[in-house]
């Protein structure tokens, strides 16, 4: 059977997102994070079977009436391992070494650090008391 883990809920400026990762299946997305907000939508995908951390997601857009989505072009800024140095399998996982090493280089903290953990276990924990109790939860801000 696949697994899947299925979110949604509002965050705190009244952002209607939704989240979905599923295993196993041979059709749609296996992760798919959506987020609807009142003059457009953001949706992003893992467009191959693979793992989210070893592949470049896809973002796309759509604003105002228009039905369609159109892609987002990553900004070069946000791009720290040359196009082409390591498999596309691997690309995340490429992406994470290079600030590690930027940050050992610089003396400066690794991010994500502690503190970033901290706030998600701390989402992992209301997830798992809303779907124990049915009730919604509130995180801190």
């Known amino acids: ?42 949706i ?40 082409g140095t390591v498999p596309d399998s691997r690309y995340n996982v490429a992406q994470m070494y290079a600030k590690f090493g930027e940050a050992i280089r610089g003396g400066t903290p690794a991010k994500p650090g502690f503190d970033d953990a901290v706030i998600r276990h701390r989402l992992l924990d209301a997830i798992r008391e809303a779907s124990d109790t049915g009730e919604k939860q509130i995180l801190p801000r």
């Open 1 to 42: 059977m696949p697994d899947q883990v299925a979110l949604s809920g509002i965050a705190g400026d009244g952002i209607v997102v939704s989240f979905q990762v599923r295993g196993g299946m041979t059709r749609g997305h296996q992760f798919l994070f959506e987020i609807h907000g009142e003059d457009g939508d953001l």
């Open 44 to 83: 992003l995908t893992a467009p191959e079977r693979n793992s989210t951390q070893r592949q470049e997601l896809k973002l796309q857009a759509g604003r105002g009436d228009k039905a369609e989505l159109a892609d987002l072009p990553i900004p070069d800024k946000y791009r720290w391992v040359p196009a």
